[in-house]
């Protein structure tokens, strides 16, 4: 019978110590965290937050002398709107992170610091979980907020774009593309685009307009721009991933040729 012990692991430093997260010792002898914590939005914690230092304490740290001299294992931390990060096995309520694959719940703190917003966030290893030891803090200063575009954009039809466009490059700007030689040297992630009449696309998920790409599960609009090139048609499409939703980066453009 699967011996179950629990304990409530608080963090008298943080105000998250309110938080009360139930853990229990498995059949394997590994603490295992309670990660069905209700949803409860924190619009603090929504953003990309870059790793700066790894500290035993929240107190510990220091902005101006970096506590860990080596590298930084864990780089970043993106924290999407409704609990949700562009990990699956990341979720998030207000002031914990749960790891669903190693079912653990680490408290995170916000703190502005000398004009700057820094997370303190509890890193559940190894050591929390096989070896039952108090979880250190990775410290990481928020970079970028998640950008939203308005998507609710009215139709406003465009024939020249319906039908099916297929992927030949990938480049910084329009005004880089060459078809003559190929700037993109490694695979093309999106192979091809499918623009339906009225507004509809290939896939469920975006719709658009003249001129604009709606993308409805990451709030995206795309702008996109049909060229003649060669006696050839291409669209230049705007690419917003993850560097332009919680990075803050400008969008790359893909090129795609008319089939």
């Not at 930084?72 to 699956?88: A, C, I, N, R, Y």
């Not at 992630?189 to 339906?196: D, H, I, M, P, R």
């Not at 560097?243 to 803050?248: A, C, L």
Request: proline share 6%; glycine share 8%.
């Amino acid at each position: 019978m699967k011996n179950i012990l629990i304990l409530a692991v608080m963090l008298a430093a943080c105000p998250a110590a309110a938080l009360e997260i139930k853990s229990s010792v498995n059949a394997k002898g590994e603490l295992e965290d309670d990660i069905n914590l209700p949803f409860v939005n924190d619009p603090a914690a929504i953003g990309r937050w870059e790793s700066v230092d790894f500290v035993a304490e929240p107190g510990d740290f220091d902005p101006a002398e970096r506590a860990r001299k080596g590298d930084l294992f864990f780089k970043e931390l993106v924290l999407l709107p409704d609990g949700k990060s562009p990990s699956g096995w990341w979720t998030w309520t207000k002031g914990a992170v749960m790891h669903t694959n190693d079912r653990t719940a680490s408290r995170y703190e916000i703190k502005k610091i000398g004009g700057a917003q820094y997370m303190f966030f509890e890193w559940k290893s190894g050591d929390y979980t096989i070896r039952h030891m108090k979880p250190q803090y990775y410290v990481l200063k928020k970079t970028a907020s998640v950008r939203r575009d308005n998507i609710n954009l009215p139709f406003r039809d465009d024939p020249a774009v319906v039908g099916e466009w297929a992927s030949v490059d990938f480049v910084e700007s329009p005004d880089k593309f060459s078809p003559a030689a190929k700037a993109w040297r490694g695979d093309l992630y999106l192979k091809e685009l499918v623009f339906l009449p009225k507004g509809k696309g290939g896939k469920p998920w975006w719709t658009w307009t003249k001129g604009v790409v709606m993308h409805h599960g990451d709030k995206t609009a795309s702008r996109y721009e049909l060229k003649n090139i060669g006696g050839a048609d291409y669209l230049f499409f705007e690419w917003k991933s993850g560097d332009y939703v919680f990075r803050g980066a400008r969008p790359f453009y893909y090129v795609l040729r008319k089939k």
